[in-house]
T-cell receptor
Framework: NAGVTQTPKFQVLKTGQSMTLQCAQD?????MSWYRQDPGMGLRLIHY???????DQGEVPNGYNVSRSTTEDFPLRLLSAAPSQTSVYFC????????????FGSGTRLTVV | KQEVTQIPAALSVPEGENLVLNCSFT??????LQWFRQDPGKGLTSLLL?????REQTSGRLNASLDKSSGRSTLYIAASQPGDSATYLC???????????FGKGTLLTVNP
């Protein structure tokens, strides 16, 4: 049981490049979400999904795209990277929101130069 | 808009001391509260989950309480150890987007 797996762990991008941050969970969790963590800002919700085929925006969705074609995977796409997207990105999942807690991945540290 | 505040921002204690970390939130319409631990450069490790109908949860040397009506939670750590040194994050779950609203954390240092 691997839990929530995020790849890559580190990434450096040039401004304007695109990339996909991968997130996979093997716990059959319906709910998955992406957060970014910035110094002094705490963790903020980017996008979330309550099940395969269903996604919605969180509080800071601009510049990011998501899809959920399977229960296990929830990739986060940066469309055109900007220095403001330099951050640590965490994927989280839950079996049943409101009943069970969240399990977080180990994070992806992204630097945009 | 839910706001979560953690006090103190940093705490340094000698090994063996009992300590309390505080978390307050502005909107009592939550469905649960979760305490996490984060080591430098690492992910978040869940410590305790308290449902909105519960008053406290215990795991080993950790005890978390919840007073939803006053918007407060405390994390009590007994007999602290150097290995407890980390940032402790409080997060409340609520709202139609099921999001967790996090505090900025308490950086705990336990000195040998």
């Amino acid at each position: 049981n691997a839990g929530v797996t995020q790849t890559p762990k580190f990434q450096v991008l040039k401004t304007g490049q695109s990339m996909t941050l991968q997130c996979a969970q093997d716990m059959n969790h319906e709910y998955m979400s992406w957060y970014r963590q910035d110094p002094g800002m705490g963790l903020r919700l980017i996008h979330y999904s309550v099940g395969a085929g269903i996604t919605d925006q969180g509080e800071v969705p601009n510049g990011y795209n998501v899809s959920r074609s399977t229960t296990e995977d929830f990739p986060l796409r940066l469309l055109s990277a900007a220095p403001s997207q330099t951050s640590v990105y965490f994927c989280a999942s839950s079996y049943a929101v409101g009943v069970y807690g969240y399990t977080f991945g180990s994070g992806t540290r992204l630097t945009v130069v | 808009k839910q706001e979560v505040t953690q006090i103190p921002a940093a705490l340094s204690v000698p090994e063996g001391e009992n300590l309390v970390l505080n978390c307050s939130f502005t909107d009592s319409a939550i469905y649960n509260l979760q305490w996490f631990r984060q080591d430098p450069g690492k992910g978040l490790t869940s410590l305790l989950l308290i449902q909105s109908s519960q008053r406290e949860q215990t795991s080993g040397r950790l005890n978390a309480s919840l007073d939803k009506s006053s918007g407060r939670s405390t994390l009590y750590i007994a007999a602290s150890q150097p290995g407890d040194s980390a940032t402790y994050l409080c997060a409340v779950g609520g709202g139609s987007n099921y999001k967790l609203t996090f505090g900025k954390g308490t950086l705990l240092t336990v000195n040998p």
